[in-house]
């Protein structure tokens, strides 16, 4: 089961607005990473932050992570109805023989209105 | 650089058919990643290489399903036989591991859409 969560589960709003999504996970992290989909296609890398890494920024996208919550979140500032699509968190985990095992949340639906 | 490739898009198969599909990683990458993607399980790791050898495979689903990479630029996942069930959307990914031991940004193929009727 996935043990990456995302919240909310969808999210509606006007363009323009901020979106905030939030990811929590369990055990400890080398990195964790967003990623986008959009309906019908594959995943597309958005931004990675580092488990020494407190908030990372790029364009209008503003990545914070607390690991001492265990958790991170997603900002897309002024949005626009381009950015209607799912977003995934993705972390990499420390696995059995020094390897790493990826997990991804069930991702929130991000819906911008015109 | 073409990404990642995938194929078939799209197959449609009959229950007991076996079914190959193919990926074909970013050349340089060295790890590849194979998921399934479903409305009612999300997204789920299969399975995944690291130069070509098989380091996690406790996502895949059933003895019906095997994964191999012969070489750095070539993977197929078969199932066999096929079920209704399978039926999903099948992503490949690829990636690099840094220097640090430390995966990177994952690039995703278009998938294949598997319907098994």
């Known amino acids: 089961s996935q043990q990456g969560e995302e919240d909310p589960q969808a999210l509606s709003i006007q363009e323009g607005e901020n979106a905030t999504m939030n990811c929590s996970y369990k055990t400890s992290i080398n990195n964790l990473q967003w990623y986008r989909q959009n309906s019908g296609r594959g995943l597309v890398h958005l931004i990675l932050?580092?488990?020494?890494?407190r908030e990372k920024h790029s364009g209008r996208l503003r990545v914070t992570l607390d690991t001492s919550k265990k958790s991170s979140s997603l900002l897309i500032t002024a949005s626009r109805a381009a950015d209607t699509a799912s977003y995934f968190c993705a972390s990499f985990r420390p696995y059995q023989g020094g390897s790493e095992k990826l997990v991804f949340g069930k991702g929130t639906k991000l819906t911008v209105n015109p | 650089d073409a990404g990642v490739i995938q194929s078939p898009r799209h197959e449609v198969t009959e229950m007991g058919q076996e079914v190959t599909l193919r990926c074909k990683p970013i050349s340089g990458h060295n790890s590849l990643f194979w998921y399934r993607q479903t409305m009612m399980r999300g997204l789920e790791l299969l399975i995944y290489?690291?130069?070509?050898?098989?380091?996690?495979d406790s996502g895949m689903p059933e003895d019906r399903f095997s994964a191999k990479m012969p070489n750095a630029s070539f993977s197929t996942l078969k199932i066999q036989p096929s079920e209704p069930r399978d039926s999903a959307v099948y992503f490949c990914a690829s990636s690099d591991v840094g220097a640090s031991g430390v995966y990177n940004e994952q690039f995703f193929g278009p998938g294949t859409r598997l319907t098994v009727l």
């Open positions: 290489f690291n130069n070509n050898v098989p380091i996690d």
């Open positions: 932050i580092r488990s020494n890494e």
